[in-house]
């Protein structure tokens, strides 16, 4: 069947080690004429470069599906809305607060990102989305007065990473989803913050076929679109486990990966 529709991965899928979409990706991702639809852990601040270097207009998937949004102009129109439960977020930040208090954590609303101090996570972070958090105080930082999509924590340390799983876990918060984006990042967001679910979204808003679409990644937390998706192409970055979930492998997010992959399995 002819595939209408892409959904891609962002970090470590359409972007290259130093978190730019490649001009040779962006060659061949414009010249498959393909519409593409980013389904990322990352807020929409951190993806709009990528939308603007593509010129992707149509809807897109921001907090691992936690956020369905298009641009109108510069003007964030919002679909889809799944902010963390005001209560149960207090809860975390108090928690993380008391017990994990030299783990780097930060949290993002709709169009910003915050944190209460600039460490050694936060200065990665912004070398990997080249974006700066707002700083706020302490006691606004865990009170906040707006809609919190995503808290993320970054530690350097497995054995604290580990240890972040066990206690969260162990909290049996059943309204959010606690995933591991990369190897020091454990994100938080809304237990329906599902990249499956985003993409059922746009399956429907488009009237598309399972079979219709293809997908892109390399992590864990793509193995969800790839069930979503009628194909599944893992990035020969991937881990193991990711690609034996995927029909095809494509080259890495270095060698313009997904652009390639494109004209290699679906523009056939």
């Given at each position: 069947?002819?595939?209408k529709h892409?959904?891609?991965?962002m970090?470590?899928?359409l972007?290259?080690?130093?978190?730019?979409?490649?001009?040779?990706n962006?060659?061949?991702?414009?010249?498959?004429a393909?519409p593409?639809?980013?389904v990322?852990?990352?807020?929409?601040?951190?993806?709009?470069r990528a939308?603007k270097a593509?010129a992707?207009t149509?809807?897109?998937i921001?907090?691992?599906?936690?956020?369905?949004?298009c641009?109108?102009g510069?003007l964030l129109q919002?679909q889809v809305?799944?902010p963390?439960?005001?209560?149960?977020?207090n809860?975390l930040?108090d928690?993380l607060?008391?017990?994990?208090?030299d783990?780097?954590?930060?949290?993002?609303?709709v169009a910003?990102?915050?944190s209460?101090?600039?460490?050694r996570?936060?200065?990665?972070?912004?070398?990997?989305?080249?974006e700066?958090?707002t700083l706020i105080?302490?006691?606004?930082?865990?009170?906040?007065?707006?809609p919190?999509y995503?808290v993320m924590?970054?530690?350097?340390?497995?054995?604290?990473?580990?240890?972040?799983?066990?206690?969260?876990?162990?909290l049996?918060l059943?309204?959010?989803?606690?995933?591991?984006?990369?190897?020091y990042?454990?994100e938080?967001t809304?237990?329906?913050a599902k990249?499956s679910?985003g993409i059922?979204?746009?399956?429907?808003?488009?009237?598309?076929?399972?079979?219709?679409?293809?997908?892109f990644?390399d992590?864990?937390?793509d193995l969800p679109?790839?069930?979503q998706v009628?194909?599944?192409?893992a990035?020969?970055n991937?881990?193991?486990?990711?690609?034996?979930?995927?029909?095809?492998?494509?080259?890495?997010?270095?060698?313009a990966g997904?652009g390639?992959g494109i004209?290699?399995?679906l523009?056939?």
């Amino acid at each position: 069947m002819t595939i209408k529709h892409i959904f891609s991965d962002m970090d470590g899928t359409l972007l290259d080690s130093l978190g730019h979409v490649s001009q040779e990706n962006i060659t061949l991702i414009k010249k498959a004429a393909l519409p593409l639809t980013l389904v990322s852990a990352r807020a929409p601040l951190e993806m709009r470069r990528a939308l603007k270097a593509l010129a992707l207009t149509q809807t897109q998937i921001a907090f691992n599906g936690g956020l369905i949004y298009c641009y109108q102009g510069d003007l964030l129109q919002v679909q889809v809305a799944r902010p963390l439960a005001t209560e149960t977020l207090n809860y975390l930040l108090d928690y993380l607060n008391l017990n994990f208090p030299d783990v780097s954590q930060s949290y993002y609303d709709v169009a910003t990102w915050y944190s209460a101090k600039i460490d050694r996570g936060i200065e990665y972070e912004s070398q990997i989305t080249l974006e700066l958090p707002t700083l706020i105080s302490k006691k606004a930082y865990l009170k906040p007065q707006q809609p919190i999509y995503k808290v993320m924590l970054i530690t350097f340390s497995e054995k604290t990473m580990q240890k972040l799983l066990e206690k969260l876990s162990a909290l049996a918060l059943n309204d959010i989803t606690i995933q591991r984006s990369g190897p020091y990042h454990l994100e938080i967001t809304h237990q329906k913050a599902k990249k499956s679910a985003g993409i059922a979204y746009i399956l429907q808003e488009k009237q598309l076929l399972k079979e219709e679409t293809a997908g892109f990644g390399d992590g864990h937390n793509d193995l969800p679109m790839f069930e979503q998706v009628g194909v599944a192409i893992a990035m020969a970055n991937a881990s193991p486990q990711v690609k034996q979930q995927a029909r095809y492998v494509t080259l890495s997010n270095d060698q313009a990966g997904v652009g390639k992959g494109i004209w290699q399995y679906l523009k056939v």
